[in-house]
Structure formats: structure tokens, C-alpha cells
T-cell receptor
């Protein structure tokens, strides 16, 4: 186990509310990623980080922001949640050069 | 923009049969990954393919990479029920450490 913990695991909230998802790793890996998974779309990259305070956008970043103030935590924030952001969110880390990304258990987010 | 296409998206097969899943991608890359996902679970890494002609095998699964054709295959030999899952290929965007995933192939192996 690469030591990735996502919290919460499940969340139901209302449109317009802010939501923050947390990804915590225990092994000091430099690269961390946030993906969303929707039926028919596979996984799509939202944002990623290549170090403390170093982040960049992925292909579906609109409506999301991220922060990484310390190596072990990567936060994903939906400033004002919309129903289109209902999804399963996965955090991943890259354990090393040319190694496959390792995924957390996911957060199921429902926005009503 | 890198596009990754998998086919088929759905595959129902009988135990004991062989089949191949295809992963095509649109721009040059020599890093390709295969993952497996069981329903309601996370993704599990299966294979890492890092050069043209790379071939990896694990049990009844064999993956290969042809960078010139921009094609990877995942071959299933003598399928068993335990292989039922969704399989994803993912391509590295030119060494950027970002992955683009295919939409996945949902495999069902029937007795």
C-alpha cells in the first residue's frame, strides 16, 4: 500500500456550497494528482502538483482549485459546487520515475 | 491534444476463450500503462510499457506496445471469471508525468 488516504469517502451536498476533498500521502512523493471518473469518460485529470505550492491544470480544471502547502497533503476545492461535478474523485501519487501512478480509494461526491 | 481510444468498450466472452483489447493513441509517446478496476474499487496497475516492442506478461494477460503504430494491445488467454473487470490504458503526454486515459473496456467473462 502506497499510503494514500482520501477523505471524505462519501459526501452529499447541495448546489452552490463549497466542498474540499483531501488527499494525504505518507511517503513524501513529489507528484500528486486529482482525477474525476464519470461513466463513459474514463478518468480525466483535474489538477496535479509537482511539489509544495507547485500545481498545474489538467484537462477538466474549470470550477476546481487545488492547494498543496505541505508535501503530504493535496486539497481539491469546489468553490461553488454544481450538479455537473457529481462524480467519483480519485487522488493519485507517482512513486518514482517511470513508475505507474498509484491511486487512492476514491471519494464519491453527489451534488443535489 | 493527445487522444486515447480503446476498443471494444464492452466485451462479453466465454471462459476459456482468447481475446484482445486495443488501445490507440494520437501523438508520439513511448510510455503506456494498463490498469484494472473492479466495480466500486480503485485502479490497480497491471503493466508498464516503456519502449517500442515492449511485451509484458502476467498470468493470462499479455500487453504489448508498438510506438510506431501508436498501438498497445492487451491479450487475454483462456479467460476465467476472475478477469471480469474494467481495463484502462493510459498514455503519458510526452514525458510530462501527466496521463491521458482511454474510456475503459468493461470485460465480462461468462461461465
Amino acid at each position: 500500500d502506497a499510503g494514500i488516504t482520501q477523505s471524505p469517502r462519501h459526501k452529499v451536498t447541495e448546489t452552490g456550497t463549497p466542498v474540499t476533498l483531501r488527499c494525504h500521502q505518507t511517503e513524501n512523493h513529489r507528484y500528486m494528482y486529482w482525477y474525476r471518473q464519470d461513466p463513459g469518460h474514463g478518468l480525466r485529470l483535474i489538477h496535479y502538483s509537482y511539489g509544495v505550492k507547485d500545481t498545474d491544470k489538467g484537462e477538466v480544471s474549470d470550477g476546481y482549485s487545488v492547494s498543496r502547502s505541505k508535501t503530504e497533503d493535496f486539497l481539491l476545492t469546489l468553490e461553488s459546487a454544481t450538479s455537473s461535478q457529481t462524480s467519483v474523485y480519485f487522488c493519485a501519487i507517482r512513486p518514482g520515475v517511470l513508475k505507474p501512478q498509484h491511486f487512492g480509494d476514491g471519494t464519491r461526491l453527489s451534488i443535489l | 491534444e493527445l487522444k486515447v481510444e480503446q476498443n471494444p468498450l464492452f466485451l462479453s466472452m466465454q471462459e476459456g476463450k482468447n481475446y484482445t483489447i486495443y488501445c490507440n493513441y494520437s501523438t508520439t509517446s513511448d510510455r503506456l500503462y494498463w490498469y484494472r478496476q473492479d466495480p466500486g474499487k480503485s485502479l490497480e496497475s497491471l503493466f508498464v510499457l516503456l519502449s517500442n516492442g515492449a511485451v509484458k506478461q502476467e498470468g493470462r494477460l499479455m500487453a504489448s506496445l508498438d510506438t510506431k503504430a501508436r498501438l498497445s494491445t492487451l491479450h487475454i488467454t483462456a479467460a476465467v471469471h476472475d478477469l471480469s473487470a474494467t481495463y484502462f490504458c493510459a498514455v503519458d503526454i510526452g514525458g510530462s508525468e501527466k496521463l491521458v486515459f482511454g474510456k475503459g473496456t468493461k470485460l465480462t467473462v461468462n461461465p
